[in-house]
């Protein structure tokens, strides 16, 4: 989960202040490759579209505003609604049953929560077992 985190942490910066550099090193390959640079601050003509019709945008407000940060608005969007909060606490309460060394994450408190997302699965007598089992067998375990 602290992967989903730093990726939208990463990808929110880069939408506030990656655009810049995106420009230079773009620029600079471009110059590199003898590829012509587009003139951000001449107007964007968009493709298939009269000039009369078109919207007024220069070329530094179509790419960054309408693209850039579109798509990386999109991205954030797509984490968001794939991680939302219950889908989070659901991820994090089974990554404390990871038997990666030696069950380090194991937490009882989240192992807890986990069975109450699920209580409609366990009885009252079920879940008192569960736990008193499930503590006593991963404590002995390490």
């Not at 003898?34 to 968009?46: F, G, K, Q, R, T």
């Not at 798509?71 to 990554?95: G, H, K, P, V, W």
Request: contains cysteine; aromatic residues 14%; hydrophobic residues 40%.
């Amino acid at each position: 989960m602290d992967l989903v985190k730093v990726c939208k942490q990463q990808l929110q910066m880069m939408r506030d202040t990656g655009w810049n550099s995106l420009v230079d090193v773009v620029s600079d390959f471009c110059v590199e490759k003898n590829i012509d640079v587009l003139n951000m601050e001449n107007m964007y003509c968009a493709q298939g579209k009269s000039r009369r019709k078109a919207p007024k945008l220069t070329n530094m407000h179509y790419y960054h505003v309408d693209f850039f940060n579109a798509m990386i608005d999109l991205q954030l969007q797509e984490l968001n609604s794939r991680f939302n909060e219950a889908n989070t606490e659901l991820l994090l309460c089974l990554a404390c049953l990871s038997p990666n060394n030696s069950f380090s994450a194991f937490d009882k408190r989240k192992l807890i929560r986990l069975a109450q997302l699920y209580s409609y699965d366990f009885s009252t007598v079920d879940l008192s077992f569960f736990f008193t089992f499930t503590y006593n067998t991963i404590y002995n375990f390490l």
